[in-house]
């Protein structure tokens, strides 16, 4: 019975021993392989703080130079703003203001108007504004008889219209239609045209 | 004493010996010893003394070094395995924060967190300020660049005087300068790279950074101009639009490509020129708007020039009132439509030949050929008068502006009477 119980012991402690072997052999590798791999993320994230820590010293500096750069600007952009802005409201107003522009386009007839150089508006008719895309349009019409240089200059003045320096309110030309009273008989009438022209002026929405 | 005896017998013998002993009792040899000693039946040694079996199971086998040496190794490995757990527990992840943070202990991974933050709101800064540069650089750009439009037009303009044209040429040499310093000055802001880069593995992708950068510098812009939303101060509205402004810049890849490939040096004038009208396409501002409608509007001036260059190309003393005289091509009426894009004329033929229908063909081809008219058409032809008199055909066109073509092209491309067939130059 005792040397049974003493083999029992013995094959006890081999297994004990095998068993404590393997634990320490999955311990070691596993703790190996998680510590290893754990540390090489702390390693990492370490090396990391280091880098962001002078990286961030970097971006600091940037920071302030990009806002002095900008700020040393803001005051010359603020009145360039105003300036486009003041501009704007003349050439792209923000209602249809009618009356402004029928005042611009008594003043250009004025300009023109001589007694051998004929400029005469007859006419001029606004219609309803009406809103398209990206901007409000007042449409409307105005009968003219000129000579053939002022048609020229009438011309020149509504396409170069809108330009910011200008202060000539934005506008578009949708029809014209002209006669030439050169072919009528009369010799004081020559080269005179008659010209009804259909506009629109901008406004913003 | 006898009992010492027994245990110092069974301390001298192997108790598994002893067993196989106690077998021998029955061998042959011991049983001649006994018989021939004494020759009765009496026995020399006591009888064999009984061992007590209960203390053998006390009896253990040797403790062996390797296996205390393995629990050990166990004990430390343990240990170390939730040292390790704990250590890398608490700096690479927040589950141990509750303890780091009462014994305010650093934490790695949150540290690179932080640092991290940290890169991201400072960029986010930088990117701030310098898209707030760049917007007011394009608004000068765009101020500059509706000034060089106007003078290029005017310098191009076959209907506009000499004078003008030459004034506005100086202009452009100034406002080229003027454009080019501040192109440079937009190209150094748009090329600038609004990531920074960042050590975190959900970011090493460069579009995903980009992608990052550009939602945290929206947020900041939205956050500022929402604050200014509801403001009536003039300069709070201006400020609200530019914020606004400033979204549409943020990822427009087609502007930072145009301006990074763009050599503003190289450019003629007639391509700064479209390259300005590009850019007005590409940027969101104050001016856009109106660009984009000066962009569709039709310089009637340069379509009348073209018609008349056309008719002196069929009648060469058309213009120099010698319709009476010598006939030629009058026009009574134009009627041009700009939605339509269509032109009709109305005029007449005067011939002291019977050649009037010839010059109304040659009108049409000569029309149908300009860059800019199409479709040039009139199918009834009639005249009326007398060889003495003349005869006069009535002429009444109606042809369309090319697609895409609102003026005429500047001086270099315009019509070459030259190049006409030799029936127009006839």
Redesign the interface.
């Known amino acids: 019975m005792s040397d049974v119980y003493y083999k029992l012991l013995e094959r006890r402690q081999k297994l004990q021993l095998k068993t404590y072997g393997l634990l320490c052999l999955i311990l070691l590798i596993s703790m190996g392989f998680y510590s290893y791999k754990n540390w090489n993320e702390y390693a990492l994230a370490k090396e990391g703080v280091k880098q962001n820590a002078n990286f961030i010293e970097v971006l600091r500096k940037q920071d302030t130079e990009v806002k002095t750069t900008y700020e040393s600007k803001v005051t010359y952009f603020s009145q360039l703003q105003r300036e486009i802005s003041k501009n704007l409201e003349m050439i792209f107003p923000t209602k249809d203001d009618y009356t402004s522009l029928t005042r611009q386009l008594d003043a250009f007839e004025e300009n023109l108007s001589k007694k051998s150089d004929l400029f005469e508006v007859s006419n001029i008719d606004f219609q309803t504004p009406q809103v398209k895309d990206n901007s409000s349009v007042l449409p409307f019409k105005m009968s003219i008889r000129s000579s053939k240089e002022n048609f020229t200059k009438f011309l020149h003045m509504v396409e170069s219209s809108g330009a910011l320096n200008s202060n000539i309110r934005l506008m578009d030309i949708s029809s014209i239609k002209l006669n030439f009273e050169n072919s009528s008989e009369e010799s004081d009438a020559n080269d005179l045209i008659s010209f009804t022209v259909y506009i629109n002026a901008y406004f913003q929405k | 004493m006898a009992d010492t005896n027994q245990n110092i017998a069974v301390g001298q013998i192997n ?2 010996d002893q067993s196989s002993l106690q077998k021998g009792d029955e061998s042959n040899i011991l049983k001649n010893i006994v018989s021939n000693e004494t020759g009765e039946n009496q026995n020399i040694l006591e009888d064999a003394p009984e061992i007590d ?1 209960t203390l ?2 006390e ?3 040797p403790k ?1 070094i ?2 205390l040496i ?2 050990i ?2 004990g430390v ?2 240990a ?2 939730v040292a ?2 704990a250590f ?1 527990g608490s ?2 992840t927040a589950k141990l924060d509750f303890i780091t943070s009462r014994f305010d202990l650093p934490n ?2 949150n ?2 967190s932080s ?2 933050n ?2 991201i709101n ?2 986010t ?2 990117n701030l ?2 898209f ?2 760049l ?2 650089v394009l ?2 750009f765009g ?1 500059i660049g ?2 060089f439009l ?1 003078n290029y ?2 310098s191009n ?1 076959q ?2 005087s000499s004078t003008d044209r030459a004034e506005s040429k100086a202009d452009l040499v100034k406002l080229r300068a003027q454009l080019k310093d501040n192109f440079l000055e937009a190209r150094g802001l748009i090329s600038e790279n609004i990531a ?2 960042l ?1 975190d593995i959900n970011f090493q992708d460069t579009a995903q950074l980009d992608v990052l950068f550009i939602d945290k510098l929206k947020s900041a812009i939205n956050e500022k101009a929402t604050l200014l939303a509801k403001s009536t101060d003039e ?1 709070a509205k ?1 400020d609200h639009r ?1 914020y606004t402004q400033i979204l549409s810049l943020i990822s427009n890849k087609e502007l930072k490509k145009s301006m990074i490939s763009t050599d503003l040096d190289s450019l003629s004038d007639k391509e700064l020129y479209e390259f300005v009208k590009k850019l007005n396409t590409l940027v969101v501002n ?2 856009t ?2 660009e ?3 962009e ?6 340069d379509i ?1 020039n073209e018609i008349d260059l056309t008719t002196m190309a069929v009648d060469s003393q058309y213009n120099e ?1 010698f319709y009476d005289e010598l006939g030629g091509i ?10 339509k894009r269509s032109i009709s004329i109305v005029g007449e033929t005067k011939r002291f030949d019977t050649n009037n229908f010839t010059m109304i063909a040659n009108l049409i081809d000569a029309i149908n050929k300009s860059n800019l008219f199409e479709n040039a058409d009139m199918r009834s032809l009639s005249k009326s008068g007398s060889l003495a008199d003349g005869y006069v055909a009535i002429v009444k066109l109606t042809f369309k502006l090319q697609e895409g073509k609102n003026s005429a092209q500047p001086a270099d491309e315009s019509l070459e009477i030259d190049a006409l067939p030799d029936f127009v130059n006839n």
């Not at chain 2, 009058?330 to 939605?339: A, C, I, P, Q």
């Open positions: 108790p598994l079996q053998l199971e009896i253990e086998p062996s390797l296996l393995l629990k190794c166990f490995f343990c170390a395995g390790s757990l890398f700096q690479l790695i991974s540290e690179l640092t991290n940290e890169i400072l960029q800064s930088i300020n310098r707030l540069h917007k007011g608004d000068e101020y509706d000034d106007t037009e005017i303009s209907t506009v920074a880069p050590i300069k201006r530019n104050d001016i708007t109106i984009k409608i000066k569709k509007r039709i310089r009637w001036s009348i009132d009058r026009y009574t009426g134009y009627d041009f439509d700009t939605e």
